[in-house]
């Protein structure tokens, strides 16, 4: 497989999707650039956006199996990991893994659950692994957590830890659709009752698992010249150093960036990453990972305005 092969791919999928998600065009794309730089998106947007059946469609439309768990204030981490149970027929202890053993877990309004809770799905993140009674179980290298949350200054929410937030590749807010689309929406959705399966829309598997692997592969194989990388490492620097902000991007972040805009390069078909490339997902990647000073705040900058003003400043290789 090239990058000509992967851009297909794309395609594909982004035809299949668009079979019952009408827009959320860069949400379908962030998607697949988190999927082939093996990273994981946080959606933030108020309900009824389609949050959690853009998963559903996306997960079926690249076979992946997919698992979901319903964030609530009671959720325990066993709930999600799951835990040994003692089978007294053979007086031994059984695993019962829980929904993270998969290979899409959709975590849904994940604020809504304390962070001790939020903070089970750290390994499972990091490693793609879970750790259960001192024994370690690997997941698919192909896991890939989409978790959503509902903007922050709703009640009954909780604020993800810093270490939570870092391992998400991108937070992406989701708005409302355009008038057009919310028509098309109306017209496709009214007459249906509930939210229908992706089948009950034709959407069918598109790529099966050898062929996603190698897609992979191939994004992992795109260089990056040395100009590109001082200029990842200039723009995540920088945030540490603006005075808007009070905390600013890790390291993990510039690597995160980096993989990020090799699989973007290669969604394009281009086997060679651009400065357009790291521009266009800088926000993506760093908002949810800098913190706003106090002053900052009472002016009421928003941190993407900040983030922007960085990328503005910072001079991109030619």
Known sequence: MNVDEVSALAARVREEIGKAIVGQTETVDLLLTALFARGHVLLEGAPGTAKTFLAQCFARTLDLDFGRVQFTPDLMPADIVGANLFNFQTSTFTLNPGPVFCDLL???EINRTPPKTQAALLEAMQERAVTIDGETYRLPDRFMVIATQNP??????YPLPEAQLDRFLFKHLMGYPSADEEKRIVAGHGARFGTPRPEAWGIEPNVDHA????????VEAVPMVGDVVDY???LVRATREAPDLESGASPRAAAM??????ARAALDGRDYVLPDDVKALAPAVLRHRVILSAAAEIEGRPVESVIQRLIDEIGAPR
Do not use: T
């Open 211 to 218: 062929r996603l692997a190698e897609a992979i592969a191939v």
């Open 152 to 157: 922050i200054e709703q009640q009954g929410v």
């Open 257 to 262: 960036l980096a993989g990020a805009a090799r």
């Open 106 to 108: 959709l975590a849904d």
């Open 232 to 234: 990842v490492v200039a």
